[in-house]
């Protein structure tokens, strides 16, 4: 059962406009969000997260949003430069969980000039 | 600052044989660590999470094992490898109990294709 959503597996937009990711998920215990960038061949970088306890946390270009009674959560990369191209994995865990994350299937983001 | 060491960076092997994958984590003590799979076009999937060593808990059946010899050290194997586990293997780690909302960080991957 797939617990993190991402139903777009593609984001074409262009370089300096701004890119919208977004993510859904079931499971009301969930209360840490992260999202996190992956190149080919390379390991998942970690970008920004939030907490259940706020609804926006901002780093640089990198904005996320939670909507807790809609269980969603958007990325916001603004503005967006050819170096973001990649895999955007949206990740959610449980206090009691030990740390484990749940993630998504990921969104191929393209940059073009 | 910490870094996590993972190796072989690609691996194939032929089905039957035996798999040893290491993680090594250093500038941390007590670390969480996890063991995900990605497969081809998908999400990243759970396959085990040591809390310390000697601690393992296995999040799916399958034909793998883990190991935690040392605080910071996590082992992936397998006595026979299946053409099923083929794919990206990724050590993580994160800060240990009582350290609530902290991210993962991952190694680099491994590479494996099971021929």
């Known amino acids: 059962d797939q617990q993190v959503k991402q139903n777009s597996p593609s984001l074409s937009v262009q370089e300096g406009r701004i890119s919208i990711l977004n993510c859904d998920y079931t499971?009301?215990?969930?209360?840490?969000f992260l999202w996190y960038k992956k190149y080919p061949a390379e390991g998942p970088t970690f970008l920004i997260s939030?907490?259940?306890?706020?609804d926006k946390n901002e780093d640089g270009r990198f904005t996320v949003f939670l909507n807790k009674s809609a269980k969603h959560l958007s990325l916001h990369i603004v503005p967006s430069q050819p170096g973001d191209s990649a895999v955007y994995f949206c990740?959610?865990?449980?206090?009691?969980?030990?740390?484990?994350?749940?993630f998504g299937a990921g969104t191929q983001v393209v940059v073009t000039p | 600052s910490q870094t996590i060491h993972q190796w072989p960076a690609t691996l194939v092997q032929p089905v039957g044989s035996p798999l040893s994958l290491e993680c090594t984590v250093e500038?941390?003590?007590?670390?969480?660590l996890y063991w995900y799979r990605q497969a081809a076009g998908r999400g990243l999937q759970l396959l085990f999470y040591?809390?310390?060593?000697?601690?393992i808990s296995s999040e799916v059946p399958q034909n793998l094992s883990a190991s935690r010899p040392q605080d910071r050290q996590f082992i992936l194997s397998s006595k026979k490898l299946l053409l099923s586990d083929s794919g990206f293997y990724l050590c993580?780690?994160?800060?240990?109990?009582?350290?609530?909302?902290?991210?993962?960080?991952f190694g680099n991957g491994t590479r494996l294709t099971v021929t």
């Open positions: 499971n009301s215990m969930f209360d840490y």
């Open positions: 500038g941390t003590s007590n670390p969480n």
């Open positions: 990740a959610a865990s449980a206090t009691d969980s030990w740390g484990k994350l749940q």
């Open positions: 939030i907490s259940s306890i706020k």
């Open positions: 040591s809390v310390g060593i000697g601690q």
């Open positions: 993580a780690w994160s800060r240990g109990i009582g350290s609530y909302n902290s991210p993962l960080h």
